[in-house]
């Protein structure tokens, strides 16, 4: 029979922004796999289940944080055969992801090198809470309003990234994976007179969270799981 494959979005770290909808997918499911840096490290997502849910188990799979291609891609191989090997033992598999499982996650990797091979599972995702929306919660901030625009962007690259966004003057924008170059990010903000009023926050829900102005803490870098809010230039 063919097997399910379901990716579950955790929500950023509060695991009271993990949805029910998500708790039951787990509860339901024979396997739950999750993200780690190492077989005995503790992943971020696994920390939320384990926190919403002691009973549940999380089997790791291991995605070190490497900028080569190649060695991530292996990753993602042997992580998919794992998973591949499981739906074939006719279990319902479940994969947990940081936030959303459609949003900058290495699930649709797994889920495509999966059908590739399986072409007959099925594949669905359960929605979870974005960082970015726990930040604006957490910070007080509107992030649109009326015919207000969204940019999400990835500074992976370089903060070259906030660059375009920045030029849309309607637009919140919103920086993920800019913690190491958020002293850059906080100079072109400033350069583009957009630094009042951007907030930040690193560890969302998790250990040592910090929530505050990019002014306040934009003079060093923070962790990968940083995110920065720009509102749109509002005209009185
Ligand atoms: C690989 S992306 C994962 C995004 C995730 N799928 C989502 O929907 O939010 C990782 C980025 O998400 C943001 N992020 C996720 N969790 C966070 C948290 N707890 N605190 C702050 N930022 C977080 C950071 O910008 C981080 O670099």
Not at 16 to 28: F, G, H, Q, S, V
Not at 45 to 52: C, G, H, K, M, N
Request: glycine share 10%; no cysteine.
């Amino acid at each position: 029979m063919a097997g399910a494959l379901i990716g579950v979005g955790v929500g950023p770290g509060d695991p009271e922004l993990l949805t029910t909808k998500a708790l039951r997918a787990l509860e339901a499911a024979d396997r739950i796999f999750g993200p780690s840096m190492a077989v005995d490290a503790v992943g971020r997502a696994e920390s939320i289940v384990r926190e919403a849910n002691p009973e549940l188990r999380v089997e790791r799979l291991v995605f070190a944080i490497r900028r080569d291609d190649q060695a991530r891609s292996e990753a993602h191989r042997t992580a998919a055969a794992r998973i591949v090997e499981s739906l074939d033992a006719g279990e319902r598999v479940a994969f947990i992801t940081l936030g959303d499982p459609n949003v900058y996650s290495t699930f649709h990797h797994l889920a495509r090198l999966v059908i590739e091979q399986r072409p007959e599972v099925r594949v669905d995702t359960v929605p979870g809470i974005m960082a970015f929306q726990d930040l604006a919660a957490r910070a007080g901030m509107v992030v649109l309003d009326g015919t207000e625009r969204l940019q999400l962007v990835s500074a992976v690259d370089g903060p070259q990234a906030v660059d375009d966004a920045l030029a849309d003057e309607d637009a919140a924008v919103i920086v993920y994976k800019g913690g190491r170059h958020l002293p850059a990010i906080a100079g072109r903000l400033e350069d583009e007179g957009r630094l009042d009023g951007a907030v930040f926050g690193e560890l969302l829900g998790l250990p040592g969270e910090r929530v505050g102005l990019v002014k306040q803490y934009g003079d060093a870098a923070a962790a990968y799981l940083a995110t920065v809010i720009v509102p749109p230039r509002r005209r009185a």
